[in-house]
């Protein structure tokens, strides 16, 4: 059976698509390209992150926690990556120093949340996410960060639709997964993949 994933990342205009960051878009935003191929660790960081956890009673997953900086980042200020327990920094942070310490505990506040709920689905900057912030030190986080990312843009070829809500999503590449209308199943199936929402190529 094919990996099912969610998508939820449309665009209104078919001209093009904007590079979606971990802060300008939703966390569960799309089908995210696998690995950080060209990334460089940063072990000074990474150790304020694990102290970071330790402090906060989790230890184990500190243990684990790898920090990176990724130039493939353009648009994002930092990326995590729970299950590979790895948080991606953007090298442009170093033209804004003072964001730096602040973009890592924002990532690690996914880490720290989501290792909180265990199992349990919790949503990207809910409750959850927001208590880990003001545990770490940034309680007046925001979701979006408003730093002057210039965004890339693509020629979009392949354009796919909804078959239920009738949305389009476009996309420098093909699908090579079973995706669906993430609206759409949470809507209609508890956030689920449905198959009857699954994304048809019409471009």
């Known amino acids: 059976m094919p990996l ?18 971990r802060f300008g878009a939703p966390q569960d935003a ?17 150790e ?7 402090s906060l009673g989790a230890t184990r997953i500190a243990n684990d926690l790898r920090v990176e900086w990724n130039s493939r980042l353009k648009t994002a200020a930092g990326r995590v990556d729970y299950h ?10 170093f033209e804004h120093p003072a964001e730096i ?14 290792f909180r709920a265990g199992r349990r689905r919790i949503s990207p900057h809910g409750t959850e ?22 965004a890339r ?11 239920n809500c009738r949305q389009d999503f476009l996309r420098v590449r093909r699908l ?18 449905d198959p009857r929402f699954r994304l048809r190529l019409i471009r």
């Open 129 to 150: 996410w927001r208590q880990a912030c003001r545990d770490l030190g940034i309680a007046d986080e925001k979701r979006c960060h408003n730093l002057p990312f210039r």
């Open 48 to 54: 304020t992150a694990r102290e970071l956890l330790g």
């Open 153 to 163: 843009t693509y020629v979009a070829p392949f354009v796919y639709r909804c078959p």
């Open 30 to 46: 799309g089908v995210t390209a696998p690995g950080y191929n060209n990334a460089k660790p940063n072990l000074n960081l990474e």
């Open 4 to 21: 099912l994933r969610q998508l939820e990342f449309a665009f209104r205009t078919v001209a093009g698509i904007a590079d979606p960051g």
């Open 84 to 93: 590979q327990k790895l948080i991606s920094l953007n090298p442009r942070l």
């Open 176 to 193: 090579r997964r079973a995706v669906a209308c993430l609206g759409c199943c949470r809507k209609h199936n508890g956030g689920e993949f």
């Open 101 to 114: 310490d602040r973009t890592l505990r924002h990532e690690l506040a996914h880490i720290l949340a989501q």
